[in-house]
C-alpha cells in the first residue's frame, strides 16, 4: 500500500506516520510538507532514516509537484495539510484560504485524475461552531463556523463531499476534537502553558478562562485515523472525540499541579474574537467501527509534560 500522507512533518502528521510505520511497517509513505513554521525539521532527520519514507517539499497547491508525485503510483491519501491556528487566522486570514480550501480542491482534483482507492480528509470539530452548555456534536450537526480558520476547513470539507457525489472519488472526513502530545507547536493551549510554566513566564487565558474544549490525546486520534481507512464508509463524515470535557482554567491548573509551578502565574488577557464557548463530540458512530480513546486525560497530560520537560531545550530552539 502506498500512502501519501500530506502535512506529515506537522504536529498531528508526524505522529499518525510514528504510529503508521510501527503498526504498517510493510506500507510506504510518501511525506509531502510545505515545512511552514509548525513542520518539523527533526522529523525529516527520521524520514530520511525510514527506507519506507520518502519525503517531498512542497505544497498542496502546487498542482505540477502533485502529479509528479501521483505518476509514482499512490493508493491513498490522508491530507492533513493545513494552516490549523485560529489567532493567526484572525490574524492573517490569506493563507488559510489559500491552503486550506484551494489546496484541498488542487488536490481532490489530482487525486479524481489518478483515480486513488480512498481519500481521507482530516478535519475538525470547529466547522460546527460553538455549543451551549449542553449537547454534542454529531456528524449532522449543521456546519457553522466562526474563525476564518474554521470556516475554511469548512469550505475544505465541502469541497471534498462535492468530489464524492459529483465525480464519485472515494473520500471520508473525520472531525477530531482538541489533540494534544508531543511535537505540538507552543503556540497552542497547552504546549505554550507547559513551556511559559516551564520559564516562570505568565500564562495567557483568554476572557473567563471558562470555554471548554473536549481533549484527545494525539495517539487515539491517529489510531482512529487507520481504522477509518480501513473500516469506514465511503462519502461519510466520522466525528472523533476523547469525552474530556474541560475548561481552559481546569487544563491550566492540571499542567501547573504537575509541574509544581504557582497558579498566580495564570494572567486572565483580552478574549479571543468570536471565541468559541464549548466543544463537545458525539463519538458513537466512529465507535461502532471499534474505536475507543485509550488515554485518560491525566495520564495522556502527564506523558505529553514529560516529554515537553525533557526536550524543552530542543523546543525552544526549534519550535
Ligand atoms: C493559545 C491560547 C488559547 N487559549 C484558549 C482558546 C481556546 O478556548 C483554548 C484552546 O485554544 P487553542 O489551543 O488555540 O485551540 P482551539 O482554538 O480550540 O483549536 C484547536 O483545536 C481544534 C479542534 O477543536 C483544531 O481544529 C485547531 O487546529 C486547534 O488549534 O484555549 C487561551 O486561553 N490562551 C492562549 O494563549
Known amino acids: ?23 504498517h511497517p510493510d506500507d510506504k509513505f510518501i511525506i509531502l510538507d510545505a515545512m ?8 525529516l532527520i527520521t524520514f530520511r532514516k525510514n527506507p519506507n519514507f520518502h519525503f517531498v517539499k512542497g505544497s498542496i497547491t502546487d498542482r505540477a509537484l502533485l502529479e509528479d508525485i501521483f505518476k509514482m503510483g499512490i493508493d491513498r ?3 492533513f495539510a493545513a494552516e490549523s491556528h485560529v489567532d493567526r487566522s484572525i490574524l492573517d486570514p490569506d493563507i488559510f484560504v489559500k491552503t486550506n480550501i484551494l ?13 486513488v482507492e480512498r481519500f481521507l480528509q482530516i478535519s475538525t470539530d470547529e466547522v460546527y461552531g460553538s455549543l451551549g452548555e449542553t449537547g454534542l456534536f454529531t456528524e449532522e450537526t449543521p456546519l457553522a463556523p466562526s474563525s476564518p480558520y474554521s470556516a475554511s476547513k469548512a469550505g475544505s470539507d465541502l469541497l471534498v463531499i462535492s ?3 459529483t465525480y464519485g472519488l472515494p473520500v471520508t472526513i473525520i472531525r477530531c476534537s482538541n489533540n494534544y502530545g508531543p511535537y505540538q507547536f507552543p503556540e497552542k493551549l497547552i504546549p505554550l ?7 516562570h513566564k505568565p500564562l495567557p487565558i483568554y476572557g473567563d478562562g471558562l470555554n471548554v474544549r473536549d481533549w484527545l490525546y494525539v495517539e487515539d486520534h491517529c489510531r482512529a485515523i487507520d481504522l477509518v481507512m480501513q473500516k469506514g464508509k465511503v462519502g461519510s463524515v466520522y466525528n472523533v472525540g476523547g469525552n474530556n470535557e ?3 482554567l481546569q487544563i491550566v491548573k492540571m499542567i501547573l499541579a504537575e509541574l509544581e509551578k504557582p497558579e498566580s502565574l495564570i494572567t486572565f488577557v483580552k478574549d479571543r474574537p468570536g471565541h468559541d464557548r464549548r466543544y463537545g463530540i458525539d463519538a458513537t458512530k466512529i465507535k461502532k467501527l471499534g474505536w475507543q480513546p485509550q488515554y485518560a486525560l491525566e495520564f ?19 519550535m
Do not use: C, P, R
Open 246 to 248: 474541560k475548561t481552559n
Open 193 to 199: 502553558v507547559i513551556m511559559n510554566a516551564l520559564n
Open 300 to 318: 495522556g497530560l502527564k506523558k505529553t509534560i514529560k516529554w515537553y520537560v525533557e526536550n524543552q531545550g530542543w523546543v525552544q530552539e526549534n
Open 163 to 165: 468530489y464524492y457525489q
Open 36 to 43: 511552514t513554521y509548525a513542520g518539523n525539521h527533526k522529523h
Open 103 to 115: 489546496g484541498t480542491q488542487i488536490l481532490l482534483d489530482t487525486a479524481k485524475k489518478y483515480a
Open 1 to 23: 500500500m502506498k500512502v501519501l500522507v500530506t502535512g506529515g512533518a506537522g504536529f498531528i502528521g508526524s505522529n499518525f506516520l510514528n504510529y503508521m510505520s510501527s503498526e
Open 77 to 79: 491519501i490522508v491530507n
